[in-house]
Every structure is written in structure tokens, then in C-alpha cells.
């Protein structure tokens, strides 16, 4: 048996282990990093299960939506908006349901009616965050690490939304973000940045100048959002509480959604570090004395 015939018949072998692997090892980390968080309330069994669960459910959904969507592609119809809007937003909102348990979202009259693109801003706390910002239903591109685009759906997906990855080290990376923000933004498509560039929720980190020197260069509006976890997101038994959970998990919220007025970019007239220490402000001010980000 020649080298290529060797190759060819145990490639399906290989690629299933490598799957198997992959739908094991990226839960696991995301579990990790997930402790880490909730380092000061810890998850427990059960929490650091529901992490694990998580990230498979979500890598899985988004293996069959892109399963979906790859034909469309692959005929060049574009697809992004429809790919972010329903089937990345309904695996986001179902898999927060399931869970989490409910979301609540105040100040919905805040987020903009027109048609414009705009820059939402948010604090980052937890992997949860991600998918319950679907909750308020627009159609946007994350700005997120290249890591991210290696795991196995979740990263496809990402790709047929017209998601921008970036690598942190290196100038010629972050002159190709703004490049391809600059793209979306004329396409139509919001842009949505973390500004303290990793989560964390045991103490403040300050902002990054990206979103609002994009938002300067690009003469586009700020959409701030707070984002708030409960302590016990993760420990609370699965989302739907009128089966399993307590009752303080079925009438509070494992997260709330805070959308603030938009900030005007031509209100703080070319000050970018002015229009970054407010939107840090505005973030901030609904985080309660645990002042988390």
C-alpha cells in the first residue's frame, strides 16, 4: 500500500478522532476559563458541567447552521445578515434560555431605530455574555480573537457572518480589523467591541481606545450596554425554573441588558479619550456597588 493509499483510507478515522477530540477539548477549556471567572463565587459541579454543556451545544447548533447556510454560500448569495440574525441569534437566545434562565433587557427604546450602522459597546464578564446580547436583536460583527475562529462550528459560523478575527500581536492585524470594520460599517452591519479586551469580573479594567477611535475615524454612533450576571448564572439549575430550578432563579434574571442613549461621536468633537471615559462611566454607573465589569 502506497503512501497516498494509506492516507486516503484512514483520513475518515482520523478526522472522527480529531472531531471527538475537538468536541471535548474546547468545552473543557471554555469550562476553565469560565472558573476562572467566577473565581470569587465559584461554580461547582454543576456549574462547571453546565459550562461544559454549553460550549458543546453551541459548537454543535452551529455545526448544522452551517451546514445549512453552506450551499447558499457556496452558490454566492450573500448570506451574513440572515446567518447573525437568525440562526447565530436564535442558538444564542435558546442556549441562554436553556441554561441560564431568564434575561431581562431594559432600555430597549434606547436601541436605535434607523438603519444606520452603529458601534455597541459592552463590558465583558463571561462566554454567557455573547449570547444573550442577541437578545436585543440586531444585526452586528463581533471584533474577536482569531482563537475563536478555530473551534469546530462556532468558528464557521462566524465566518459566514462575516465575523472580523483578529490577531492581538501585530500591527499589520489591527491595520486589517479596521480595514474589514470599515467594510461591514458600508455594508450595513454594527460593529460590536468589548473595549476592555478580556473579561473579567472581579475588578474594573480600563477601556481600549479601538471602538471609539473607529467611531471618530468613521463619523459613527455609540450604543453603550451594561451587561449584568447573577452570582449564581451558571449554579442555578437549567434555564426553564418552572420544571427544576428555586424560585429566586425562576423570577430573577441570570443576566440584564442595560442599552443606554446612543452617544453622539460629533458631541465630543474629536476628544476620543473624552467619549472613552464617558462611555466607561455610562457603562459602569448600573453595575451596583460590586462595580464588576
Not at 24 to 40: N, S, T, V
Request: net charge positive.
Amino acid at each position: 500500500m502506497d503512501l497516498v493509499t494509506m492516507v486516503m483510507a484512514h483520513a475518515p478515522k482520523v478526522f472522527g478522532y480529531l472531531l471527538a477530540f475537538s468536541f471535548i477539548a474546547f468545552p473543557f477549556g471554555a469550562m476553565l476559563q469560565e472558573r476562572k471567572a467566577f473565581r470569587d463565587v465559584g461554580l461547582g459541579f454543576l456549574g462547571s458541567l453546565k459550562a461544559f454543556l454549553f460550549i458543546q451545544v453551541w459548537m454543535l447548533h452551529s455545526a448544522i447552521a452551517v451546514m445549512l447556510q453552506l450551499p447558499w454560500y457556496l452558490m454566492g448569495y450573500d448570506i451574513r445578515k440572515q446567518t447573525n440574525t437568525f440562526y447565530e441569534a436564535n442558538i444564542g437566545i435558546q442556549n441562554s434560555k436553556v441554561f441560564m434562565g431568564p434575561i431581562k433587557v431594559i432600555g430597549e427604546k434606547n436601541l436605535p431605530k434607523d438603519d444606520k450602522p452603529y458601534i455597541y459597546i459592552a463590558n465583558h464578564q463571561s462566554m454567557i455574555d455573547i449570547c444573550v446580547l442577541y437578545y436585543l436583536r440586531k444585526p452586528f460583527v463581533w471584533i474577536s480573537k482569531k482563537a475563536v475562529g478555530y473551534i469546530p462550528g462556532v468558528g464557521q459560523i462566524m465566518f459566514l457572518s462575516g465575523h472580523i478575527l483578529l490577531e492581538r500581536k501585530g500591527k499589520a492585524s489591527i491595520k486589517q480589523m479596521y480595514a474589514d470594520a470599515k467594510s461591514r460599517l458600508k455594508d450595513g452591519f454594527n460593529i460590536f467591541i468589548f473595549p476592555q479586551g478580556t473579561r473579567e469580573r472581579t475588578k474594573i479594567l480600563p477601556f481600549k481606545h479601538g471602538a471609539f477611535s473607529m467611531a471618530m475615524s468613521e463619523e459613527v454612533d455609540i450604543v453603550p450596554v451594561s451587561i449584568e450576571l447573577s452570582d449564581d448564572a451558571w449554579k442555578r439549575f437549567f434555564g426553564y425554573g418552572f420544571i427544576w430550578g428555586f424560585e429566586e432563579a425562576k423570577s430573577k434574571p441570570a443576566a440584564i441588558l442595560t442599552v443606554h442613549p446612543v452617544m453622539k461621536t460629533k458631541d465630543f468633537n474629536g476628544d476620543k479619550e473624552k467619549m472613552m471615559k464617558a462611555g466607561q462611566e455610562i457603562i459602569y454607573s448600573c453595575l451596583g456597588d460590586k462595580k464588576r465589569m
